[in-house]
């Protein structure tokens, strides 16, 4: 038998692929091997075992040995890894490492083992206690200690009693001395408080609803506080219950410590963790339990839909609409498609949670291609949070220079006093880019595309990141004359001191960027503020997802316009799940939530609906627009990507690229909607100067879509990175 296998799939960037003899009986497709090459030995995967090889029989060099037992790649894993080769162009090397934690591709991550220490069954522990000398204390002692069936850690018998007492016993024949395998265990410090409630009848319908449904896809769409975490974990037992395994997604899971305990608290050592936060150690033990069949749920972000799991019965993806889940490295693979298709390949469903679905997604189920199965009711009949907009250009009418609002104020006061905890929230994407009349709240927009303009510093202009049309800087406001024009958004830093200042004896968290660095930072913030170590908690994009604080009675939001001007197609779609699921911290428990939200255009369209958790209209309006304006989820933005280090190098390729790319849409100038080069808009990052063809292609041209992959994976070289992007979850 003979077995192709590619070596370096660690660093590879193209696949080397190499016949080998096989003379052991565990290779198996997926088996990870060593193999003699050149001079030296490599290690590879093996992809395909076949009976004849193009070689001459007697060239062929053996496999040497195999890494493990098992294939750490199971059958679907390398089914599902050629079918990521097809759609997106890239190399099975680079598909493969998708599959392995990157600790275990080199290597260097082992099984801990550990010595293990058991009592010898049937042995008279009395009989040899008498027989042992009086001063041979501990001895004694430690044989008193020890319990048949229990088994004990070698180090630990040592510390207490000494290395040579266990050795004097273990020479007696009382001990047998094991080496074995010990799992590293990651978040062994989780309380897990297990909360027993019974179900509403509202999670009772969503249950049965998706039990019912024949389609794969289910949308599940609930309100923040409608207790959707609930319905997770019962729809997981069942699963368990029946003898499959379970793949649970969430955004980011050092954001989710909740939903961690209360999975160890049901599923105990069943759980596995898969996250980037863990230690190399840690990581490989998590991989392997799961790959072995002994964890039966895995959970962990967007690189956890690779998990090994085998005969998978539910895929749950929570906050799908979180830009998290979509790929920024090659392959740019969207995860949704990754675990529709792991559903379709294990014939069970996939589970797609959000209080604010993607448009995409509320699309299809409105199509009837998902399930959708709606829960409109917090949990006990709790009231979403009354939401106050607070008129900033009002407020600046005032004199109010300050970065809240006179309501804001007012509502922190009540809030702090009545002893119960605020959060403030600031939009910090994008910060800086975009421009304001602070007097109106008038935000420039191109003419073409009705997405906001970009400042760019050099040359003091305006510009569209979709069609790169560039429009003069204002000297003054087209909408009211005013020249008080100015950059949107200010600092975390800068609003706890101002805080500081207006509410001394508070005591304020602040959670960003700067404040998370270290691995457990997000989780000590947490911690520290749902333990009520602190009154207000200022953040980014961070305190928006997931958490559930029951004695937050009030949020804050400093600049609800940031994300609406974003020069993104999805700026509203963005603006509206934030305000959303940012007010949705708000009165969760008990006591009943309020919101202040701040902004310079009280009367856009986009907040009125979030204001009135109006979700199906702001949906209705939202696609009548990217209808007429042809985009997605009506066209699919295709965006190739040219960067060198060397700018004209870079030219050259663009210019290469760009005319491969025009004779396929001269071919089929009807599928196109948009094509043109250009520089990109950050024309330099990490010094790689960056040029892109951009189009807009009709729906359903998947086949011309292939071929744009194919030119561009033609043309990239060791010196330009040439790669395709579909709907880039940013145009910068
Ligand atoms: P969502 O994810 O939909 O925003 P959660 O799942 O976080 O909501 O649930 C909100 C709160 O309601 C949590 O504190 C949760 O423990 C609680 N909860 C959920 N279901 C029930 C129930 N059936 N009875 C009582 N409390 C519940
Ligand atoms: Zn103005
Ligand atoms: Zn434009």
């Given amino acids: 038998m003979i077995a192709e296998v590619i070596v370096d799939v660690a660093v590879s960037e193209v696949d080397r692929v190499f016949d080998y003899k096989i003379d052991c009986d565990n290779v198996f497709v997926g088996s990870r091997v060593v193999v003699p090459f050149g001079r030296t030995f490599k290690s590879g995967i093996v992809v395909d075992i076949k009976q004849t090889s193009a070689y001459p029989e007697d060239k062929l060099k053996r496999i040497l040995r195999t890494v493990e037992d098992t294939p750490a790649l199971t059958e679907e894993c390398m089914q599902l890894a050629k079918a990521i080769v097809k759609r997106y162009h890239v190399p099975m090397a680079l598909s493969l490492r998708l599959f392995l934690p990157a600790e275990m591709r080199t290597g260097k991550v082992r099984e801990k083992n550990r010595n293990v220490v058991t009592l010898v069954q049937g042995c008279d522990k009395d009989k040899i206690l008498s027989e042992l000398k009086k001063n041979a204390v501990k001895q004694i002692a430690l044989l008193s200690f ?11 018998l040592s510390k207490t009693y000494g290395a040579q007492a266990v050795k004097a016993l273990e020479e007696k024949g009382c001990f047998t001395i094991n080496e074995e395998r010990i799992n590293r265990s990651p978040y062994t410090g989780l309380d897990e408080n297990f909360k027993q409630v019974n179900l509403s009848a509202e999670q009772n319908k969503a249950i049965e609803s998706i039990l019912k449904s024949d389609k794969t896809v289910q949308l599940l769409h609930g309100v923040t506080g409608s207790g959707k975490t609930e319905v997770y974990l019962n729809l997981i037992k ?12 969430v955004p980011e899971i050092a954001l989710t410590p909740q939903m961690l305990s209360q999975l160890r608290a049901r599923f105990s050592s069943a759980v596995a963790i898969l996250h980037s936060g863990l230690s190399a150690g840690e990581k490989f033990d998590e991989w392997w339990r799961i790959r072995s069949g002994e964890a039966k749920v895995a959970v962990g972000a967007r690189s956890a839909v690779f998990a090994p799991l085998e005969n998978l019965g539910l895929i749950i993806i929570d906050e799908e609409h979180d830009g998290s889940y979509e790929s920024e490295t090659n392959p740019r693979y969207s995860t949704v498609d990754i675990a529709k298709y792991r559903a379709a390949y ?9 209080a604010t679905p993607k448009v995409e997604s509320y699309l299809l189920a409105k199509e009837g291609k998902y399930n959708l199965v709606e829960m409109k009711n917090r949990i006990n009949g709790k009231q979403l949070p009354e939401i106050i907009i607070a008129d900033m250009k009002r407020e600046l009418r005032r004199g109010n220079h300050m970065e809240f609002s006179r309501a804001l104020i007012d509502e922190l006061t009540d809030c702090l006093n009545s002893g119960n905890q605020a959060m403030i929230f600031l939009n910090r994407r994008g910060y800086s880019q975009q421009i304001i009349c602070k007097d109106c709240g008038y935000v420039p927009k191109c003419k073409e595309c009705d ?3 970009n400042y760019h510093s050099v040359g003091n202009v305006l510009k569209c990141h979709y069609c790169n049309t560039t429009y003069n800087m204002l000297s003054a406001c087209p909408e009211c004359g005013s020249t008080n024009i100015g950059f949107m958004g200010t600092g975390t830093q800068k609003v706890v001191t101002r805080l500081n200042e207006l509410f001394p004896k508070a005591r304020i968290l602040r959670m960003d960027n700067d404040t998370t660095q270290n691995k457990d930072g997000h989780f000590k913030i947490l911690k520290k503020f749902s333990s009520h170590e602190a009154d207000i908690l200022v953040g980014t994009q961070m305190i928006a997802k997931g958490h559930d604080f029951p004695a937050v009675t009030l949020v804050g939001i400093l600049d609800a316009d940031m994300s609406l001007y974003f020069s993104d197609y999805r700026s509203g779609e963005r603006t509206f799940q934030l305000i959303t699921q940012v007010s949705g911290r708000s009165g969760r428990a008990d006591k009943k ?4 939200l701040q902004t310079y255009s009280p009367e856009n369209s986009i907040l009125q609906y ?33 960067e060198s280090g060397d700018d004209e190098l870079a030219l050259e390729k663009l210019k290469e690229v760009y005319l491969n790319i025009k004779e396929i ?10 094509f043109n080069k250009m520089r990109s808009p950050i024309k330099r990052i990490k010094n790689k100067y ?3 063809v951009l189009m807009r292609l009709k729906c359903g041209n998947g086949k011309i879509l292939d071929e744009i992959y194919t030119v561009a994976e033609k043309a990239k070289d060791n010196k330009t990175l040439v790669y395709v992007e579909e709907n880039p979850g940013s145009m910068s």
């Fill in 146 to 156: 020890v319990e048949e069936g229990k088994k004990y850690l070698l180090s630990d």
């Fill in 238 to 249: 069942r699963t368990v219950n029946s003898g499959k395994t379970a793949l649970m997604l």
């Fill in 346 to 354: 294990n014939g069970c469903k996939l589970i797609l949670g959000s």
């Fill in 451 to 453: 997405v906001s303009l």
């Fill in 593 to 596: 939530g309020k919101v202040v």
């Fill in 610 to 642: 979030a204001v009135r958790y109006d979700y199906v209209g702001f949906f209705n309006k939202e696609c009548s627009i990217r209808k007429m304006t042809n985009f997605p989820p009506f066209a699919l933005i295709v965006r190739v990507m040219v």
């Fill in 665 to 674: 849409y001269d071919n089929n100038k009807q599928a196109f909607l948009f």
């Fill in 690 to 692: 960056r040029y892109q």
